[in-house]
């Protein structure tokens, strides 16, 4: 296979003019990295399956708009995470996923961080445990890089929010993987 990193002018070209089997390569060539940015957010792979499939709709149909001076796994890695956000605005039940800081008790602990060194799929499994909210928020700042303001405005909630988000991912976080050591020194 050819590596994705490597999507040269003419197969660009050839996607521009509608060219399906260019097309058709260049999905093969982004599967792997859109799956990954999308199964981050959704707990089947299903749901990730879906959003990829949007998100390369999107790519081919902005395709026009791109830039070679940006690299393209950027350029295809930002379509991804907007159509998430996307798929999430369109979502009714998105007022189910979020709690808002006002509806918990504020505690007064400060979490120290914990530096563990985990597998990735560990990881992930432990992501998946998070709330569907929480996961989002925690995935769009801490692995994407927004910031709490721009994940208020994107998710349309308050900063505040997002904030309580990301303290409850890291306690929720921390509590599982102290129990995970407490299992280990059992054994």
């Known amino acids: 296979m050819v590596n994705w990193l490597v999507v040269d002018k003419k197969l660009i070209e050839d996607v521009k003019k509608g060219d399906r089997k260019s097309q058709t390569r260049l999905y093969h060539l982004c599967f792997n990295v859109l ?21 390369f709709l999107k790519i081919l149909t902005k395709m026009d708009t791109y830039n070679d001076k940006v690299p393209f796994k950027a350029w295809i ?5 907007n159509e998430i956000i ?13 709690t808002t800081a006002e509806d918990y008790h504020k505690e ?15 990881l992930d ?9 929480t996961r989002i928020v925690f995935n769009l700042f801490a692995i994407d890089g927004f910031s709490h303001k721009e994940i208020a405005e994107q998710l349309g909630i308050t900063v505040e929010t997002t904030k309580w988000h990301m303290k409850e991912a890291r306690k929720r ?3 599982m993987l102290n129990q995970k050591l407490a299992e280990a020194e059992r054994r």
């Open 35 to 55: 799956m990954s940015s999308a199964y981050r957010y959704h707990k089947n792979e299903e749901d990730a399956a879906a959003v990829v499939n949007a998100a």
């Open 77 to 81: 890695k930002r379509i991804i995470v």
């Open 86 to 98: 996307d798929e999430f605005r369109k979502n009714k039940r998105r007022n189910e996923f979020f």
């Open 108 to 122: 007064g602990s400060s979490h120290s961080e914990t530096d563990y060194k985990i597998e990735a799929e560990y």
């Open 125 to 133: 499994h432990l992501l998946k445990q998070l709330p569907n909210g």
């Open 173 to 175: 976080l921390k509590g």
